[in-house]
């Protein structure tokens, strides 16, 4: 059974920065073929893709982040990072890491991820 853990959140103002790291348990990133992606979820609004990365090694972004937000692996740790700079009050939302095993490429559609983190909140002041 895949298990994730989100860590990292917290409170910013906006223009600063914060790193989510998600810890994986149950498979190894550096073995399988997996998409793993971040998402996250504003109140009253729907989950949304945020950033994927793939067991080949590509990654894609919402448009709303690009160019602030990095997603990056850790096969040795077996943990997933968001480096998120530059951060707005639109970006407050709990963040979500979620895993897809078995699967090359990435996607940033939530309804085909098979394992979820707790999630991490996030905020941000203007």
């Known amino acids: 059974q895949v298990q994730l853990v989100e860590s990292g959140g917290g409170s910013v103002q906006a223009g600063g920065f914060l790193r989510l790291s998600c810890t994986a348990s149950?498979?190894?990133?550096?073995?399988?073929?997996?998409?793993l992606g971040w998402f996250r979820q504003a109140p009253g609004k729907e989950r949304e893709g945020v950033a994927a990365?793939?067991?080949?090694?590509?990654?894609g972004y919402a448009d709303s982040v690009k160019g602030r937000f990095t997603v990056s692996k850790d096969n040795a740790k077996n943990t997933l990072y968001l480096q998120m700079n530059s951060l707005k009050p639109e970006d407050t939302a709990v963040y979500y890491c979620?895993?897809?095993?078995?699967?090359?490429?990435?996607?940033?559609?939530?309804?085909?991820?098979?394992?979820w983190g707790q999630g991490t909140q996030v905020t941000v002041s203007s």
């Open positions: 990365h793939s067991s080949d090694g590509t990654a």
């Open positions: 979620a895993a897809r095993v078995g699967y090359s490429g990435y996607s940033l559609d939530p309804d085909l991820y098979n394992y």
């Open positions: 149950g498979y190894d990133y550096s073995n399988y073929r997996y998409q």
